[in-house]
């Protein structure tokens, strides 16, 4: 079937640790997007990526990071600075066009312990 | 800059009653386009509904309906004759063209509403 594939579902982290969290679409879309939730205030973006091997900051890029070497993967990383990392993380892609709808994953809940 | 406030945090409602979620937002941009998602309690965020800036007819598909004023900046989502099924989050979301004529398909999103629909 057709979608975006986030994983893993629950991610731990320790305290000074890099994670990567996965990101894979089968849509052929140009675009991918990572956001972030946290409760009552909605989805923020971090980084979006238009092309192969090209990827822009978004609102709260600081402490992650992003890679696109092929259309279908678009991983994100969060690095030890980040220093608030647990949250919601939202993967998504669409057509790239300001009218066209995105579509999700199903999210990677990342915890520090 | 763009902005989207959903003021309703959470609504409460009991099956089969109509509820409506408010969403007002902000943008400098004449061609813009207004999103609804859906999150339910799996996590993936479900689309709903697209608007164009330019296209201010209402909109109804079954039990849903959208009413989007330009004059008053809002878009708002009316569910008729709830059902528990309708018990998700319910987001807002705001994507403008720049003057380039692309905007990377980039969402700001509400804060979202929380809608608990009781049988």
């Known amino acids: 079937d057709g979608g975006i594939t986030q994983s893993p579902k629950y991610l731990f982290r320790k305290e000074g640790q890099n994670v990567t969290l996965s990101c894979e679409q089968n849509l052929n879309h140009d675009a991918m997007y990572w956001y972030r939730q946290d409760p009552g205030q909605g989805l923020r973006l971090i980084y979006y990526?238009?092309?192969?091997?090209?990827?822009q900051k978004g609102d709260i890029a600081e402490g992650y990071s992003v890679s696109r070497e092929k259309k279908e993967s678009f991983p994100l990383t969060v690095t030890s600075a980040q220093k608030n990392p647990t949250a919601f993380y939202l993967c998504?892609?669409?057509?790239?066009?300001?009218?066209?709808?995105?579509?999700f994953g199903q999210g990677t809940r990342l915890t520090v312990v | 800059a763009q902005k989207v406030t959903q003021a309703q945090t959470e609504i409460s409602v009991v099956e089969k009653e109509d509820v409506t979620l408010d969403c007002v937002y902000e943008?400098?941009?004449?061609?813009?386009?207004l999103f609804w998602y859906k999150q339910p309690p799996s996590g993936e965020l479900v689309f709903l509904i697209r608007r164009n800036s330019f296209d201010e007819q209402n909109e109804i598909s079954g039990r849903y309906s959208w009413n989007f004023q330009k004059s008053t900046s809002s878009f708002n989502f009316t569910i008729t004759a709830s059902q528990v099924v309708d018990s998700a989050v319910y987001f807002c979301?705001?994507?403008?063209?720049?003057?380039?004529?692309?905007?990377?398909?980039?969402?700001?999103f509400g804060q979202g509403t929380i809608l608990t629909v009781h049988p």
């Open positions: 998504a892609s669409s057509q790239g066009a300001g009218n066209t709808e995105a579509f």
């Open positions: 990526s238009q092309i192969v091997n090209d990827f």
């Open positions: 943008t400098r941009d004449t061609t813009y386009y």
């Open positions: 979301a705001l994507s403008v063209s720049n003057a380039g004529g692309t905007s990377y398909g980039k969402l700001t």
